[in-house]
């Protein structure tokens, strides 16, 4: 089944510095999410992104956050300036279209702000 | 707004049992409902949808999922559970056009 894949797999900054989080969704997809989970807690939707640009986003997803697709196959996500309530499980997921399919998931990116 | 539920952190169960992982949900208009599992250190992956059609659904590794719109659940169910079904379980709604949520989780245990 194709994957979703997500580097790396840890990330570990200091507060206040910038941290990049990639993506590459499976190849025919056009829909592309983040979402995160704080140990113990559920996992909540960040931000979904469609035709390049932001289709909706949720009340995490502040100024310090943004995301790219900038070359056709990756996503990313960016923090800006990273807080010690930042540290968390982020996943990506993609889908292929907009109705009733399956979001695909990618194994998630461990980030730990000290 | 939408939400989903989940009301028990942990079901523990004996091998061999019958399992049942419960989540209720709100959604406006109708519901597209999903199962996820996560394995420790793993991403979600899909066990099983909802559209429309019958309300109980099959999916992978022998569990299936009872649509009830009166009660809006959508209860996780396998007739015997497994030592290997133990994981973290996410149940996730979303209408038409809308972005997936979660329920918080719920933590089965299966034991020998």
């Known amino acids: 089944e194709p994957e979703v894949t997500q580097t790396p797999s840890h990330q570990v900054t200091q507060m206040g510095q910038e941290v990049i989080l990639r993506c590459v969704p499976i190849?025919?997809?056009?829909?592309f999410y983040w979402y995160r989970q704080i140990l113990g807690q559920k996992v909540e939707f960040l931000v979904s992104?469609?035709?390049?640009?932001?289709?909706?986003k949720s009340e995490i997803f502040d100024d310090q956050f943004s995301v790219e697709r900038p070359d056709g196959s990756n996503f990313t996500l960016k923090i800006r300036s990273t807080k010690l309530e930042d540290s968390a499980m982020y996943f990506c997921?993609?889908?292929?279209?907009?109705?009733?399919?399956?979001?695909?998931f990618g194994s998630g990116t461990q980030l730990s702000v000290l | 707004a939408q939400s989903v539920a989940q009301p028990e952190d942990q079901v523990n169960v004996a091998e061999g049992n019958p399992l049942t992982v419960k989540c209720t949900y709100s959604?406006?208009?109708?519901?597209?409902l999903f199962w996820y599992v996560q394995y420790p250190n793993r991403g979600l992956q899909f066990l099983l949808k909802?559209?429309?059609?019958?309300?109980l659904v099959k999916g992978s590794y022998g569990f299936e999922a009872e649509f009830n719109k009166s009660q809006t659940s959508f209860h996780l169910k396998k007739p015997s559970a497994l030592v290997s079904d133990s994981a973290l379980y996410f149940c996730?709604?979303?209408?038409?056009?809308?972005?997936?949520?979660f329920g918080q989780g719920t933590e089965l245990s299966v034991k020998p």
């Open positions: 997921a993609s889908r292929e279209n907009s109705g009733n399919e399956k979001l695909f």
């Open positions: 190849s025919n997809h056009l829909y």
């Open positions: 992104f469609y035709n390049n640009e932001i289709s909706e």
């Open positions: 959604v406006s208009g109708n519901p597209y």
């Open positions: 909802y559209i429309t059609g019958d309300n």
């Open positions: 996730g709604a979303h209408n038409q056009g809308g972005k997936l949520i």
